[in-house]
């Protein structure tokens, strides 16, 4: 499946998590994955590391100051309904001072942001009600990880 001879592009996302062991989670605005959950991040630029990225994309979403951790997942993302295809790269990152909460200063992007348990991620990726919840990169680490909730825990 080609999409226009373009190259796909890199999403890079941030995993935080509370002292609740919750996960950061705001719902998107944008065309792609409009009123779907996500993790704060964005595209990779040129020369730019992963954790840099999403170390400033995360700051200027939400103001948080974060410190990126490893990598702990990968995942392949096509959206042929947009002609787009990303390769989505997860961080497990925390934040400067725990104590910070996120802010919406990207009112044009996201809805807001809110803490979200892991059995709430996962009840979201399963689709109960038939509707998509999470953003397709993000459902798309969920299914494909089983032990991703271990890894952060682990971590």
Partial sequence: MACNGLHPRVGVFAII?????????????????????????????????????????????????????????LTNDKFPELDKHYVTVFLKAEREDPQQEPQRLEPNKCEGWAWKSWQEIKAMSKRENGAQELFLPVEN???????????????
């Fill in 141 to 155: 680490l969920v299914r494909e990880n089983t032990k991703l909730y271990e890894v952060l825990q682990s971590e």
């Fill in 17 to 73: 998590q509370d002292d609740q062991n919750r996960i950061l989670m705001g719902r998107r605005l944008s065309a792609l994955g409009k009123g779907h959950w996500g993790f704060p991040g964005g595209h990779l630029e040129q020369g730019e590391d992963f954790s840099a990225c999403v170390e400033r994309e995360t700051l200027e979403e939400t103001g948080l100051r974060i410190r990126a951790g490893k990598v702990v997942g």
